[in-house]
């Protein structure tokens, strides 16, 4: 009898460290829609992946290490607008960051703590459609924060898809 109230007890104070974690994961600074995000050159998601039908993967290729998804470099660009718009004064930049072979400053609107990782081949290579976590990029012109990226998010769709929400999984326990 001893025992199993020792056991309820603790499992009692984990729950409730869990739950506790969890919340203190929640920033409350952040800001779900976001204000939209200006860009150093104006880009249409929804042109380019609604209307042009562009995959995610055909501008955003993973790092070596397969966690971060990449800007694309201005020559990938350069692809299409060497011929497309060229008169316009954005493309004109464009063409001036890639003649210096300078990336453009894209401005990060999505970021996960340092202390998590998080690998985005990982969740392509799972089937987890960009559009989960980033929102539909498809429909926007500018594109803003629409999904959290907090503790809280990620354990439910990892229990929603049956994935792991053990804490070493995203966590260095180091």
């Known amino acids: 009898m001893k025992r199993n109230l020792v056991v309820l007890l603790s499992l009692a104070v984990c729950a409730t460290l ?5 919340r203190a994961y929640v ?9 939209p995000v200006e860009q150093p050159i104006p880009y249409s998601h929804k042109h380019h992946v609604g209307t042009l039908g562009l995959k995610c993967t055909e501008c955003h290729a993973t790092d070596k290490d397969g966690f971060l998804m990449q800007y694309p470099a201005t020559d990938k660009c350069m692809t299409c607008h060497t011929a497309i718009k ?3 004064p954005h493309i004109q930049k464009l063409t001036e960051f890639n003649a210096k072979g300078e990336p453009v400053p894209w401005v990060q609107i999505y970021r996960v703590p340092p202390f998590v990782w998080f690998a985005h081949a990982s969740h392509t290579e799972a ?6 976590c980033h929102g539909a990029v498809a429909e926007r012109d500018v594109l803003f924060k629409e999904k ?8 439910a769709c990892h229990a929603e898809h049956n994935a792991p929400n053990d804490c070493d999984f995203c966590h260095d326990p180091g």
């Open 86 to 88: 060229t008169d316009s």
């Open 127 to 132: 089937g987890i459609d960009c559009a989960t």
């Open 27 to 35: 920033s409350p600074t952040e800001q779900i829609p976001g204000p």
């Open 148 to 155: 959290p990226t907090n503790m809280v998010s990620c354990m």
């Open 18 to 22: 869990a739950v506790r974690a969890q």
